[in-house]
């Protein structure tokens, strides 16, 4: 991965993280603000349905209460018969604007009942364990009908001639009527669960238009008001069907739990707000990435480019080209860098051209020390050559012939030697350009080989040639490889006076050609394979110190590469990879 | 004046109105001296006076009866003059109407409970007819006319309807009841008569105390058992029983001359307790203050409108 697409990515993620960021701080305020206003809507309905409760409780209460005081109950009250009252009940319920009125004797039976007419006679004991039935004011109370259970604010009035009394119990039904008066803002409902049976029932929850669907979803949170008697906030359902509910449990006479009020706050509202912060954030976090891209292509170029071609020219350095500069285009770190690039490589050529002076005139010295060396070896037999023939010509005069015969050929000897070591020298100097061609470095191998066996066995070394068939020929100057090959191999055979195995293996690579040279001889010293193939170096104590010169030098007119591995008391591996 | 305003004359109609609805003269018994002028099934019939009649002409010229209406219109019609003669149901009868004359036969109808051939089970009529509590219903819903009765001949026509004991038994009902499986313990109860609609409201509530489900409806198809009025039309007991064990679907009685044989034969018809005899009823009829003479019904509840007549002046 590029600097640049490193640089595109990071930028693409700081706008995506920060639009998230903002979505997610965004969304949760809004959630918060909409918790709040739906706490505060339920709240005020709470009120608002306590209000309603209780001026409906006032209602009934006076309305039963001036149902006591008239003088039809009176007249019930002080009748001795009241079985011709049967049917008073329902008619005062009717007048009234009661669901429900009954008609209770002083001995608790049932007068009249509006609700069940046929209950008359029937047992109401509870009406009197009641003292004062004014000051319990209106409660909450279950009431058994003809076609179920039904659940009442209900209020009891007395109405007393003489020591005769008789009870007027009255009331309304809390049903979808009376959830129908609760004014609900949009998006909220009240919904009513009627306990009146020992089991969670769903048809008893009921709302203003009737029974509630999906009652079952509420079971656990009315069991739970049930269960511990207290208000409880839950929220129902997923996603745009989920609704919170305030849950209020509805207590009647005696205690008991007889209902439970819910109001339900729909959170389609918040979730459709959600769903649009969303898609709003998509569309800012797609607008704001495709932005920074733009940006991060635009900023990064400007960064990048710079460092590009500061890239460049170090790649043009480490091709060889000391010179490469860069252009210094501001003053920022960038700009330092380029600066401190192109002294680097104003440094490096300057010192290249003091190393290459210096090595010049090392190799002169150098040079000068092996031309002497060597030239000073048969200088001497000359020497002592032309002496002995002056002693004999000056000391035995009779001997001077056989002497000047000996020195005559000592002399030409020694020219001779004189004359291959210029003659070396000269064929350093005069190294040709190769003249390529494709040549199967097997083959050259080989007959390299089979030069050698002679020499190889004098010098007690174990020939090995490990040929790989699936070698391609190469582009090489036959002649050169010949050569170069030939240096390999008596340089290994050098390295192994004690004997050993020579091994030349050729290795087909996906390109080119391989070609090594392996020894068990002594091996090298990494000080030693850093200076193998400088020219006139020798670890030798014979040679010129010329072969892998020459060997280096007809591998890169090659284009190709040598190296070697040695390690010191296993060998030494001469590697050559060609095109 | 007001003797001369209540002496018997001839003239005027005499404006009668009835819950039965009748399809056919046929099957309603004409008031005697009067002939049938015209006939509108179910609605309306009109009599004139028999000029030829064996006890002489009527003193009305004619009778125009209004079938099929409700006992509370009638009395509604009575109270506004709008009908001369109406039948009193026990509502009706608590309301005090100013110049409303009663006439009250003997008890002559009969109040029972009638199960169908689906009720099967002997233990489910037999806790019905336990748990109705037929003492409270005669003193509030019937505002104590006529007799609590266990028998299907009233005590004045058998002389041994006291035998026939009704028993109000809750317990012994929810025994029963507790006994049966439950699809058992769910009888319909169908009452065609609206007015007797508070009766059985009650008495499915009995049931109900006993243990026993009563949904109670107007459909008498397929109902378990209806609660239904038979009315005697025979003053002779063995005559009468018959044709109260014909009107209720009961087996024809068995030959029964003797006070002996009657009462075994009544006893035979109410074992197993197909019908639950409840209440022997009068039949009571209201007339407004232009009907003079009187009364105007039989001891059996017959029209008796011969030596009627009205007075239309103030």
């Known amino acids: 991965m590029t600097f640049r697409t490193r640089l595109l990515l990071i930028f693409t993620m700081a706008v995506a993280a920060a639009v998230g960021v903002v979505e997610l701080v965004v969304s949760s305020r809004a959630r918060q603000a909409f918790e709040d206003m739906e706490a ?39 009748s001795p018969d009241a079985s011709s009252y049967v049917d ?25 009942s509006a609700e069940w007419p046929a209950r008359f006679g029937y047992k109401e004991d509870w009406l009197a364990t009641e003292p004062d039935w004014q000051a319990r004011g209106a409660f909450l ?44 803002p949009a998006g909220m409902r009240v919904l009513l669960y009627r306990n009146l049976a020992p089991e969670f029932s769903p048809s008893e929850l009921i709302g203003a238009p009737g029974p509630a669907p999906g009652a079952a979803r509420l079971k656990s949170l009315i069991e739970q008001v049930a269960r511990e008697r207290r208000d409880v906030t839950a929220t129902v359902g997923r996603g745009a069907e989920a609704e919170t509910f305030h849950a209020l449990p509805l207590t009647g006479y005696e205690s008991g739990l007889l209902g439970v009020l819910l109001i339900g706050s729909s959170r389609r509202d918040l979730v459709e707000l959600e769903a649009s912060m969303l898609r709003t954030a998509i569309t800012v976090a797609a607008a704001g990435i495709l932005m920074g891209i733009a940006l991060s292509w635009w900023a990064t170029a400007r960064i990048t480019r710079p460092v590009r071609r500061l890239a460049e020219s170090a790649g043009r350095v480490a091709a060889g080209d000391w010179g490469a500069t860069v252009e210094v285009a501001s003053a920022d770190e960038i700009g330092q860098l380029a600066g401190a690039f192109n002294r680097m490589t104003h440094e490096l050529v300057e010192q290249r051209d003091r190393l290459v002076q210096a090595e010049r005139v090392a190799a002169w010295r150098e040079l000068a020390r092996r031309l002497a060396h060597e030239l000073k070896n048969p200088l001497f037999p000359l020497q002592i050559t032309v002496e002995n023939m002056q002693r004999a010509r000056e000391s035995y005069p009779e001997q001077f012939d056989e002497v000047f015969r000996e020195g005559a050929a000592t002399l030409l000897a ?76 008596l340089n290994a055979i050098d390295a192994m006076p004690e004997g050993g195995t020579l091994t030349v293996r050729t290795v087909a690579p996906e390109t080119g050609a391989r070609l090594e040279v ?62 | 004046m007001a003797g001369a305003a209540t002496r018997p004359h001839y003239g005027g109609t005499l404006r009668v109105e009835m819950r039965e609805a009748f399809e056919s003269p046929e099957a309603m018994a004409p008031p005697a001296g009067f002939v049938l002028a015209s006939w509108e099934a179910g609605r309306r019939a009109l009599y004139t006076a028999d000029e030829s009649a064996a006890g002489g002409r009527p003193y009305l010229d004619s009778i125009e009866i209004q079938m099929g209406r409700p006992l509370r219109d009638q009395s509604t019609d009575l109270e506004l003059g709008k009908a001369d003669v109406v039948e009193l149901g026990p509502n009706e009868l608590r309301r005090q ?93 169908a009452v065609s008569d609206a007015s007797l609609r508070p009766i059985a409201d009650r008495i499915a509530l ?9 949904p109670v409806s107007a459909q008498s198809v397929n109902a378990d058992v209806r609660l239904v009025e038979v009315r005697m ?42 019908v639950i005899p409840l209440f022997h009823l009068p039949r009571v009829f209201g007339a407004g203050p232009r009907v003079k003479g009187g009364p105007g019904i039989t001891r059996l509840g017959e029209w008796h409108f011969e030596n009627l007549w009205v007075e239309d002046r103030p």
């Open chain 1, 40 to 78: 505060k809507r339920a709240e005020a309905l709470v009120t608002q349905f306590n209000r309603e409760f209780a001026r409906r409780g006032m209602e009934v209460m006076r309305t039963v209460e001036s149902i006591a005081a008239s003088a039809a109950a009176r007249d019930i009250a002080i």
């Open chain 1, 88 to 112: 008073q009940a329902a008619a005062l319920a009717a007048t009234h604007g009661l669901d429900l009125l009954e008609l209770v004797a002083g001995d608790g039976a049932i007068v009249s």
């Open chain 1, 141 to 184: 109370k279950r009431e058994e009908l003809p076609d179920g259970v039904a659940l009442a604010l209900v209020a009891v009035g007395t109405a007393s001639a003489g020591d005769r009394k008789l009870y007027v119990a009255g009331g309304r039904l809390l049903d979808r009527e009376f959830l129908s008066t609760l004014v609900m």
């Open chain 1, 414 to 489: 020694e020219l001779s030697n004189l004359k291959q070591i210029v003659a070396r020298f000269s064929d350093f100097a005069k190294m040709p350009a190769p003249e390529m061609e494709p040549v199967n470095l097997n083959r050259v191998a080989a007959e390299t080989m089979k030069l050698f066996e002679g020499q190889l066995a004098k010098a007690r070394v174990r020939a090995s040639t490990e040929l790989d068939a699936a070698l391609r020929p190469v582009q090489a100057d036959r002649e050169q490889m010949t050569r170069v090959l030939r240096n390999l191999i």
């Open chain 1, 518 to 579: 392996s020894d068990t001889g002594q091996g090298l010293t990494p000080e030693e394979c850093e200076r193998l193939f400088t020219p006139y170096y020798t670890t030798k104590t014979h040679g010129t110190g010329l072969g892998l010169a020459i060997v280096q030098s007809v591998v890169s007119d090659h284009k190709g590469r040598i190296a070697v591995e040695s390690e010191k008391g296993k060998g030494t591996t001469f590697r050559i990879d060609l095109g």
């Open chain 2, 97 to 189: 109407i100013a110049g409303r004359k009663v006439w009250s036969s003997s008890p002559v109808r009969l109040m029972a409970l009638v199960f169908g051939p689906r009720v099967e089970d002997e233990r489910v009529r037999e806790a019905l007819a336990l748990a109705v509590d037929r003492g409270a219903i005669h003193s509030v819903l019937l505002q104590r006319q006529g007799e609590i009765s266990g028998a299907l001949l009233p005590q004045w026509l058998s002389g041994d309807a006291f035998l026939f004991a009704p028993a109000f038994d809750g317990a012994r009902a929810r025994s029963l009841a507790t006994a049966l499986a439950a699809p058992a313990r769910t009888i319909s109860l």
């Open chain 2, 206 to 214: 009995n049931a109900r105390d006993a243990g026993l489900v009563v």
């Open chain 2, 233 to 274: 039309a025979s003053s002779d007991p063995a005559r009468a029983l018959a044709e109260t064990a014909a009107d209720l679907g009961l087996a024809e009685p068995s030959r029964s001359d003797t006070p002996e044989a009657l009462y075994n034969a009544e006893r035979a018809l109410l074992d197993g307790f197909r």
